[in-house]
């Protein structure tokens, strides 16, 4: 955490923690349209996935639709992996059917404005790491340096 200081608290720091999973997932996005894997939707399931608000987040940071699958699909994380290897050896990566319909999706859309919010935000981040890996071996850990 970078900023840190005696006047934060707790809420503070489990905020920094959503905001770098949301700025993460934004990053790896990032990497997989460079690849060219086709842009859609972010399908969540599971973990942090049942707060709206996060889900909200994840939306604008990622200015993609995201898709909540309800709580009686607890396999989509492991079905979107597979599809995600599938897609990358060659085949189809959203083949017709191959997601269950859920009895309970919810659907977020991103906003324009907090996106370009999130935008700044992924900039100062994306600095920040390189300034880190510029004064770390990341492939060492840390203790060793």
Do not use: Y
């Amino acid at each position: 955490l970078t900023g840190l200081g005696l006047s934060h608290g707790r809420a503070d720091i489990a905020r920094a923690l959503i905001d770098g999973i949301v700025l993460e997932s934004r990053r790896c996005l990032r990497v997989l349209d460079e690849h060219g894997f086709p842009p859609g939707p972010i399908v969540a399931a599971g973990g942090s996935s049942v707060d709206p608000w996060f889900r909200q987040q994840l939306a604008d940071a990622c200015g993609r639709t995201v898709i909540a699958a309800g709580s009686d699909d607890p396999d989509r994380s492991a079905l979107g992996a597979a599809l995600l290897a599938r897609s990358s050896v060659g085949g189809e990566s959203h083949p017709e059917g191959s997601l269950p319909a859920s009895h309970n999706t919810v659907e977020h859309h991103p906003d324009v404005t907090t996106t370009e919010r999130w935008g700044e935000v992924a900039a100062r981040h994306e600095s920040t790491l390189i300034a880190l890996r510029s004064r770390h071996d990341m492939s060492k850990p840390l203790d060793a340096q």
